[in-house]
């Protein structure tokens, strides 16, 4: 030690002080490791507990979805008003700069295309471990396809996702897919969620339906949901806000946001319903008037 002379001593204990509360409020994580927690913790807002992500890695199955033409155009103003961007590692290292101060959810599978009959076939690991260390990932998303043709395929990519972020402290976050056939009932998501869940993810993408309050409670971390096929918006919001009440701890939006009339101003309105509990009318006036009258 350079000084060992001449400091103070150690005296102010603060006996009879309980220690300091954590303040840890994310679902079924309280067991993980310290790095793990943190990661996740970054995830969501401090205050509301819940999480708006962007989701942005439609491309890497739909190709040039409507809306996300050009990434490197609608999604730079997006950032500053969500929590997290979930996208393909090639949209990252293309659209966006290595400044960026928000956690990362990287997709790490990949399936196949929209050109085959069915994407529900299932595919494989895409990005591995390594490659999300180095991109400074808060978490991992691997797809599932329960109930379908791909869904030991994608079981064995979740497996591997889990255990390699296990490993590295970096969460997983397992997304229920809906094929072209597949159900899109409350038996589905409860059996769904739940497994994804009890093979090791950290939190569970999903989508919202009638009766998920119960997929909510009977899974053990929590589910951000999907937005789905583009909604007018004031029906996106009340879906978001539905799900909230009932359970969700935030979204995993992309169509519903970035095909809005205004991607932004839809963007701040899904916040306003997620983190500041404003009602699904309110969000929608804020909406119309950030669209009639930009800042
Ligand atoms: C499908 C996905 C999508 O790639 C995407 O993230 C879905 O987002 P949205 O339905 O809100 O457009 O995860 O399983």
């Not at 961007?85 to 928000?102: H, N, S, V, Y």
């Not at 490659?131 to 497996?159: D, H, W, Y």
């Not at 490993?167 to 094929?179: C, D, R």
Request: hydrophobic share 45%; glycine share 10%; net charge negative.
């Amino acid at each position: 030690m350079a000084d060992n002379q001449g400091n103070p001593t150690a005296k102010n204990y603060h006996l009879g002080v309980k220690p300091a509360a954590s303040g840890w409020n994310v679902k079924g994580a309280e067991h993980c490791d310290w790095g793990m927690k943190n990661r996740l913790a970054a995830m969501f807002d401090r205050r509301s507990g819940n999480a708006v992500m962007l989701a942005f890695d439609h491309g890497y199955i739909m190709g040039p979805t409507a809306g996300l033409e050009r990434l490197d155009l609608v999604v730079p103003p997006l950032v500053p008003h969500v929590n997290v961007l979930m996208a393909t590692p090639g949209a990252i290292r293309a659209c966006l700069p290595p400044t960026l101060d928000k956690p990362l959810c990287l997709r790490v599978n990949y399936d196949a295309s929209v050109l085959f009959d069915d994407i529900s076939a299932g595919g494989g690991i895409a990005c591995d471990i390594r490659q999300a260390v180095r991109m400074n990932a808060s978490c991992m998303a691997a797809q599932t396809f329960i109930g379908a043709p791909g869904e030991k395929n994608s079981l064995e990519v979740l497996a591997r996702t889990v255990n390699a972020g296990q490993e590295h402290g970096i969460p997983t976050l397992g997304v229920v897919a809906v094929g072209k056939d597949m159900e899109r009932s409350e038996r589905f998501f409860l059996l769904a969620t739940r497994l994804l869940a009890e093979n090791g993810a950290n939190l569970v993408k999903s989508y919202y339906c009638e009766g998920f309050e119960r997929v909510a409670a009977a899974c053990p971390v929590p589910i951000v949901i999907a937005g789905g096929k583009k909604l007018p918006e004031a029906e996106a919001l009340a879906m978001c806000r539905r799900a909230i009440d009932e359970g969700a701890r935030g979204v995993d939006m992309g169509r519903n946001i970035f095909q809005a009339g205004a991607p932004v101003a839809m963007c701040r309105a899904v916040g306003k319903v997620v983190h500041e509990n404003c009602t699904a009318e309110e969000a929608f006036e804020f909406y119309q008037e950030l669209l009639h009258h930009p800042e």
